[in-house]
């Protein structure tokens, strides 16, 4: 049903729009995120760019929040099929376009300006026309899912020593599994839904998520040790279809391209906020918080990205020129 109902949208849609120029442009916004902006990174990037698009153009934006069309894999797809106009994903751009995967490679970003600095320049513009090429998926803007962090209810964690013989939920990424086996930890992919059970049962001993996952679904009440290690910035991705761009008029472009760009920002300062409220919340109702020093990160950092490097090379084939792309990048950045 949900499916019938989409395409028939999409039809009618493209039925009335003819071109751009000629009528007035809907664009279908879709995201998992929950709708709230004050504490969804998605759902603010999504309000700000609905502002800003209907303030400045004669186009309007209907917002899809909280997975309303479906998860990050089926909305890739309903932009890439024209049933969604903008799509605002994180992990799945890197199962379509296996250069953004690069971005995972833990303990590549030292900070969120490093970071922002990186996407934001060369590198970003270049990833974004490769990932165009190879899935029709133009990127308007980036996004910031955040820093994700371990926790877990044994022990604290101060280095990769400590995480002997602990077991940890992964998402069912190979990259993952990498890591966490380089770190010297037990990896054990759990689905998501399943995951407040598996700690409550000791399933597992730990997990891994920005803090403000962590926070915002109550994880830190069944976790007593929070490691603020930031091992991966999670990227958030804002993509149209080119060929659905191309039919906009200059004007119209024009106004996407600021909205986006603007929109990504907004949503990186909700994150970022997030997280510094997330550490406070979560310390105020007793998880014990540690922040590793800059010579404890460097041996997380020579415990992990030599396996996962390794890992990704070989999965990427010819596409691997982009870990070093990335690192010179992140040098660049740096300096």
Same mark, same amino acid.
């Given at each position: 049903?949900?499916?019938?109902?989409?395409?028939?949208?999409?039809?009618?849609?493209?039925?009335?729009?003819?071109?751009?120029?000629?009528?007035?442009? %809907?664009?279908?916004?879709?995201?998992?995120?929950?709708?709230?902006?004050?504490?969804?990174?998605k759902g603010a990037a999504a309000h700000m760019f609905k502002q800003i698009v209907e303030g400045e153009?004669?186009?309007?934006?209907?917002?899809?929040?909280?997975?309303?069309?479906?998860?990050?894999?089926?909305?890739?797809?309903?932009?890439?099929?024209?049933?969604?106009?903008?799509?605002?994903?994180?992990?799945?751009?890197?199962?379509?376009?296996?250069?953004?995967?690069?971005?995972?490679?833990?303990?590549?970003?030292?900070?969120? %300006?490093?970071?922002?600095?990186?996407?934001?320049?060369?590198?970003?513009?270049?990833?974004?026309?490769?990932?165009?090429?190879?899935?029709?998926?133009?990127?308007?803007?980036?996004?910031?899912?955040?820093?994700?962090?371990?926790?877990?209810?044994?022990?604290?964690?101060?280095?990769?020593?400590?995480?002997?013989?602990?077991?940890?939920?992964?998402?069912?990424?190979?990259?993952?599994?990498?890591?966490?086996?380089?770190?010297?930890?037990?990896?054990?992919?759990?689905?998501?839904?399943?995951?407040?059970?598996?700690?409550? %049962?000791?399933?597992?001993?730990?997990?891994?998520?920005?803090?403000?996952?962590?926070?915002?679904?109550?994880?830190?009440?069944?976790?007593?040790?929070? %490691?603020?290690?930031?091992?991966?910035?999670?990227?958030?991705?804002?993509?149209?279809?080119?060929?659905?761009?191309d039919m906009l008029t200059p004007e119209q472009q024009a106004v996407i391209d600021r909205a986006a760009v603007i929109a990504g920002n907004f949503g990186r300062g909700i994150q970022e906020?997030?997280?510094?409220?997330?550490?406070?919340?979560?310390?105020?109702?007793?998880?014990?918080?540690?922040?590793?020093?800059?010579?404890?990160?460097?041996?997380?950092?020579?415990?992990?990205?030599?396996?996962?490097?390794?890992?990704?090379?070989?999965?990427?084939?010819?596409?691997?020129?982009?870990?070093?792309?990335?690192?010179?990048?992140?040098?660049?950045?740096?300096?």
């Amino acid at each position: 049903m949900r499916d019938t109902f989409l395409k028939f949208t999409a039809a009618g849609i493209i039925a009335l729009m003819g071109t751009a120029a000629s009528a007035e442009v %809907t664009l279908r916004f879709a995201h998992v995120d929950p709708d709230d902006w004050q504490s969804s990174k998605k759902g603010a990037a999504a309000h700000m760019f609905k502002q800003i698009v209907e303030g400045e153009s004669d186009m309007s934006v209907e917002i899809f929040p909280a997975g309303a069309l479906g998860n990050e894999d089926e909305i890739v797809s309903q932009v890439q099929e024209g049933l969604v106009q903008v799509g605002m994903v994180s992990g799945a751009m890197s199962k379509v376009c296996k250069p953004a995967a690069v971005l995972d490679i833990p303990y590549t970003f030292s900070d969120a %300006t490093v970071a922002w600095k990186v996407l934001d320049g060369p590198f970003g513009d270049e990833l974004a026309e490769a990932c165009e090429a190879k899935t029709g998926l133009k990127t308007l803007a980036y996004g910031e899912t955040g820093f994700r962090n371990f926790t877990n209810n044994t022990r604290p964690i101060q280095t990769p020593a400590d995480m002997a013989g602990l077991k940890f939920r992964v998402q069912p990424i190979p990259l993952y599994l990498e890591m966490v086996k380089g770190l010297g930890g037990e990896p054990t992919p759990i689905a998501w839904t399943e995951l407040p059970n598996a700690l409550a %049962t000791g399933v597992v001993d730990g997990q891994e998520n920005p803090v403000g996952v962590i926070y915002n679904n109550g994880l830190h009440k069944l976790q007593k040790y929070m %490691t603020l290690d930031g091992h991966v910035y999670a990227v958030d991705f804002m993509v149209m279809s080119a060929e659905f761009y191309d039919m906009l008029t200059p004007e119209q472009q024009a106004v996407i391209d600021r909205a986006a760009v603007i929109a990504g920002n907004f949503g990186r300062g909700i994150q970022e906020w997030n997280t510094a409220n997330g550490v406070n919340a979560v310390q105020a109702e007793g998880m014990e918080v540690y922040v590793p020093t800059a010579d404890e990160l460097a041996q997380f950092r020579e415990a992990a990205q030599p396996a996962v490097k390794e890992w990704l090379a070989g999965d990427l084939g010819a596409d691997a020129v982009w870990i070093e792309k990335l690192d010179a990048a992140v040098a660049d950045a740096t300096n």
